[in-house]
């Protein structure tokens, strides 16, 4: 619609310096230039057909009106249990875990319920890149930490040194979102040691919980009492299903915090999918479904790195998530953004430029790779790799 004489004056944006995710601008490329897409992160083979085939008998069921807003409550049981066996401490599906539309919503969810004006935000960048959005959109102040190059961990003195009376939150990501790192026991220990006597909260952003390589254990907050008292926790359906575009995610905290969380959600996003979530709570009594999916996503891994072992890209360690990050500093001093968007239109390849993770567009020219694919999509996309 062209704008008339009458039109109405723009208002001042509350994200001026937000434009559109790296994620979609990426995968425009990879479709312009009819490239092998490796920059999104969502799998490129299908949902397991029994699960379609369960959702599809809820739909004939008629669950197709909306859900609870906490979510449907068989669901709710079987997140509860699969956590408490998991992490070895009691969860309660009623006054605990909460369904929401995707991971992120359950993110935006829990940091407007928690951060009021002023209140200051831990993040540790590279950072998925909704956090820092959504903090200032709640009117908090984003405190960026980089992690530590090239193993990215976190300096736990800096995060000590960052902390004062206006720290509100600090947002953990494990297994991590670019980088594919883990936090480990020692960074619980920290973590204890800095909350400890305080009422700092802790959001985890946990939606790769199934995905931890090389027989390493997910050090989720759940698993401990202490950490657990003060977090949002959230997990990914989609994620662990190979179902990213079903958009069902949840959010596990103690009561107190549930509380808050729902009063927001409920005016966000109120119900998610039915039958989806019906579907789940059945197919999820299959605990080989989320059990297996780690050793499923090592082995895509494993061959991934076994094909592009005679490439001029070094691969940096990865512990968990379906990235990888590739360093490419043998190729060229090219910035990452540049060398990405060359990469998409000479050799046909996209990938993610991981400045985009940091404030200060901090860039180690490195690139990540999503192995969430066919082996033949992996395959064809190394034996470019290998060319270059």
Partial sequence: MSAGTNSITPFPSKLPEVGTTIFTVMTNMANTHQAINLSQ????????????AIVEKYMREGKNQYAPMQGVIELRHAIAHKVSSLSGNRYDAEKNVTITAGATEALFAAIMCAVEKGDEVIIFEPAYDSYSPTIRLAGGIPVPLAMMFPHYSIDWDKVKDSINKKTKLIILNSPHNPSGTIITEKDIKALMDITRGTNILILSDEVYEHIVFD??????????????????????????????????????APEYLTEEFRKVHQFLTFAVNTPVQYAYAEYMKREETYLQVASFYQRKRDLFLNLIRNSKFRPLPCKGTYFQMLDYSEITDESDVVFAERLVKEFKVAAIPPSVFYHNKQDNHVLRFCFAKQDSTLEKAAERLCSI
Avoid at 47 to 52: F, Y
Avoid at 242 to 251: D, I, L, P, S
């Fill in 41 to 52: 992160g969502f799998p490129n083979f299908d949902v397991d057909s029994a699960l379609i």
């Fill in 215 to 252: 027989g390493c254990i997910h050090e989720s907050m759940l698993r401990y009492e202490e950490l657990a008292a003060r977090s949002f926790a959230i997990g990914s359906l989609g994620k662990t299903y190979h179902a990213t575009g079903w958009k069902v995610g949840y959010c596990i």
